[in-house]
């Protein structure tokens, strides 16, 4: 295993750690118990990948309880990251947030506590204050941000008035590789640690033999997935979070920084996986019900407008934030529509809310950007 700087402290970490969005859902067709699930994020531990990934919403804090009971006994060799939700971002919120989830984690200590995704209606002056109370008295040991685009992680540190911000948690992988204009490289220069997530873009790199991925693989004699790791994390300051159930993928993900990649292969990634966003009008994307996660949706700007379903933010709040900047952060997720009626070109399978918000914001007249999954 590689090891790194956390941010600019002192603290030295895998480049490749463990995810743990939905590591309580038992495998399917298994007879799995909590207890294995445990097991293999601590087989994790021991091949190395000693930073883990969680949140206090994966799976209703019950993953932060099984990190909790996968680090007993080598806590001080873990380094435990997790996340607050948007919706808990107030001073006394967070506070109680925190405390719940050193419950859950069984410690007296979050090595990073991050803000999972921003909530424009609460400043960040506020959230950051009880950020800061949270060090001092050393209940959190570095802050993090995830889902911030460049402007917001700059307000952030202004708002930390001084206090470091170590990390910023972003989905970058061969599909989506967005940060590398603009974050990437302000990270870098900021002496701030990239977190991937979704590195494998949730499996896909694996599960579609993409060809040149394929014919690296074969020459390499590596998984493809090793390889798609080693790529990412040989930017500097990226380290990657795979999340991973099945053994033999753990063992291949913690041997993905321990070989490198010829200049030549790393050119033809860089080539060949070169996804750009485009900008599609919004009324010939559809909204559908069984986009990734089957995630609850609103199909209808009233039913957006309403928030009846509870988002935090809502639509609303996040399209009067989006008004005048053109900042948003990931491009939402299409796929070519199915829909018979020829009123759609796309099926819109990822960042629901976030469409409404540009709607919203846009009164519905301004395209969107996109990125196409084939
Ligand atoms: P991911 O890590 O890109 O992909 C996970 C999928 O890849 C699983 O289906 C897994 O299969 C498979 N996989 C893992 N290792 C493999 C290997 N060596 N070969 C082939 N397949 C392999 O997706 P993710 O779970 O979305 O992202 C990882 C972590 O990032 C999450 O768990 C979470 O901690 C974090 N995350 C954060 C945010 C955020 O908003 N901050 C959003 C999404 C994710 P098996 O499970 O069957 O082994």
Not at 351 to 362: E, L, T
Request: glycine share 6%; with cysteine.
């Amino acid at each position: 295993m590689r090891y790194t700087k956390l941010g600019s402290t002192c603290t030295m970490v895998p480049v490749i750690g463990q995810g743990t969005m939905g590591i309580e859902v038992p495998i399917q067709d298994s007879r799995e118990s909590e207890k294995d699930a445990v097991a293999r994020l601590r087989a994790g531990f021991d091949l190395g990948m000693t930073l883990v990934d969680t949140a206090e919403n994966y799976g209703m804090g019950r993953a932060e309880i099984f990190v909790g009971k996968a680090s007993r006994g080598i806590r001080e060799k873990v380094c435990i990251a997790t996340k607050v939700s948007p919706e808990h971002l107030t001073h006394d919120s967070l506070i109680r947030a925190c405390e719940g989830s050193l419950h859950r984690l069984n410690s007296d200590y979050i090595d990073l506590y991050q803000i999972h995704w921003p909530n424009p209606s609460v400043p960040l002056q506020e959230t950051m204050e009880a950020m800061r109370t949270l060090k001092e008295q050393g209940k959190i040991r570095a802050i993090g941000v995830s889902n911030f685009s460049v402007r917001q992680i700059q307000e952030a540190k202004a708002a930390l008035d001084g206090e470091e911000l170590t990390s910023s948690q972003v989905e970058y992988n061969l599909f989506d590789r967005g940060i590398e204009q603009d974050l990437l490289p302000y990270c870098q220069s900021n002496g701030m640690t990239v977190m991937a997530y979704s590195p494998l873009d949730q499996g896909v790199v694996a599960q579609r033999r993409l060809k040149v991925l394929t014919e690296i693989s074969e020459k390499c004699q590596v998984p493809p997935a090793k390889i798609v790791l080693n790529w990412l994390v040989s930017h500097r300051n990226v380290v990657a979070i795979p999340k991973a159930r099945k053994i033999e993928h753990i063992r291949e993900n913690a041997a993905a920084a321990d070989f490198q990649l010829d200049p030549e292969d790393m050119a033809t990634i860089e080539s060949a996986f070169r996804t750009l966003p485009i900008e599609v009008p919004t009324n010939r994307i559809k909204v559908v019900l069984d986009g990734v996660g089957n995630r609850r949706a609103y199909q209808t700007l009233e039913q957006a407008l309403e928030n009846s379903l509870g988002f935090t933010p809502s639509p609303l709040e996040l399209a009067e934030d989006m008004r005048g900047k053109d900042d948003v952060l990931k491009p939402v997720r299409v796929r070519p529509s199915t829909d018979p009626s020829g009123k759609y070109d796309y099926d819109l399978v990822e960042g629901r809310i976030r469409y409404w918000a540009w709607v919203i914001a846009h009164d519905g007249g301004r395209p969107m950007r996109v990125l196409v999954r084939e």
